[in-house]
């Protein structure tokens, strides 16, 4: 029997404390594990980056939040590539050794990795960005000059043939801080990665091609009770490499619904199912997936900040407990089996009403 791709969305909201996809890449064995089961996996880079850790994930869709938002409503649509050209922008805020960090860990990718990199830009005044932490407790942030970004991204793109952006932005330091230090032990949320988003979001708003966001960072004191799921932050001076290689197969946008001519080409209407942690489910993106036929999967492990529930929005869900349990689920509903018939407790059918309500008419 020939089937169509079966497509998956695994969302992971950021900066909301997310215990599984909160840290650094620590979604990564949940997006492999749902990657070799499905033909076509979307996901956004928090929930693929880890530092200077990656996977490659061939069948393995790289999309920017807000371009996520984008597709679910059915705007935009994927098409793959072979490969991009990224621009690498750099902030005017980054101190030079700093920045020759940067540098050297984009030659590295170049050299170890083969990846195809543009010359890069430094912006002309300090992005600037502030921290903020929202009364639920999620991160989110600003930056005082989005203006000095944009020129940079057009720079790249106009006269370096850029395809894909990676911007590294100078961030505070707050190595005393009491969010940090419950992050570092596994605990709280990511204090960046509001601000990040930001960020990327502004320049794929703007010019409509993928782009992710690395923080250029002091190195931390060393911690021997160090979390695991924060581990790949602390290995070196430069978040980077996992951003680049995001990004050299990042799929491009299709803003343009006229240009819907390849038969590769992936829209929203496709999607089959989408994996979310139970009480986050209150993003564009999955409100826009939640009007399609598209399977709701809701993981209850995956505790956030978040309070939203699939039902309070209305959306129909199958909750787990767990992404093993989720993987289950996705493995039977693309065999097209019914998850009640791996139930002991399979109900009878009921025969429906036959009454006309008249007065609707």
């Known amino acids: 029997m020939n089937r169509r791709p079966y497509t998956v969305v695994l969302i992971v909201p950021t900066g909301v404390g997310a215990s599984i996809g909160g840290y650094a890449g620590d979604a990564l064995p949940v997006a492999r594990a749902i990657a070799s089961v499905c033909d076509r996996l979307i996901a956004h880079p928090n929930v693929l980056n880890g530092a200077q850790l990656y996977w490659p994930l061939p069948n393995t869709f790289y999309v920017e939040g807000y371009g996520l938002d984008k597709f679910a409503s059915g705007c935009w649509g994927l098409r793959s590539v072979h490969q991009n050209r990224v621009g690498l922008i750099l902030d005017q805020g980054i101190e030079l050794d700093l920045r020759l960090r940067q540098l050297q860990a984009a030659d590295a990718t170049r050299a170890t990795l083969g990846l195809n990199l543009t010359d890069y830009v430094v912006t002309d005044a300090p992005i600037n960005v502030e921290l903020r932490t929202a009364a639920s407790g999620a991160s989110w942030g600003t930056i005082q000059n989005p203006d000095s970004l ?55 708003r703007t010019f409509q091609i993928p782009c992710a966001h690395a923080p250029a960072l002091l190195p931390l004191p060393l911690d021997p009770d160090l979390s695991p799921r924060s581990a790949a932050e602390e290995l070196g001076y430069t978040f980077l490499p996992s951003v680049l290689v995001g990004l050299s197969c990042a799929p491009q946008f299709i803003t343009d619904k006229s240009n819907r001519i390849q038969p590769e080409d992936l829209w929203a209407d496709q999607v089959d199912a989408v994996v979310i942690p139970a009480t986050a489910c209150g993003s564009s993106a999955l409100l826009s997936l939640s009007q399609l036929p598209a399977q709701i999967i809701a993981v209850e492990e995956n505790h956030t900040q978040m309070q939203v529930p699939p039902e309070k929005l209305g959306i129909k869900a199958i909750r787990v407990h767990s992404y093993l349990e989720a993987l289950g689920v996705l493995v039977a509903h693309r065999a097209g089996i019914s998850v009640d018939a791996l139930s002991p407790a399979l109900s009878s059918l009921r025969c429906l009403s036959q009454t006309i309500d008249k007065t609707a008419s």
Do not use: C, M, N, W
């Open 150 to 204: 944009l020129r940079a991204a057009e720079v790249l793109i106009k006269q370096a043939k850029a395809e894909a952006i990676a911007v590294v932005a100078r961030f505070p330091d707050d190595t005393g801080s009491e969010a940090l230090q419950q992050y570092r032990h596994g605990q709280g949320v990511d204090p960046l990665a509001g601000a990040e988003a930001v960020i990327s979001h502004l320049v794929v």
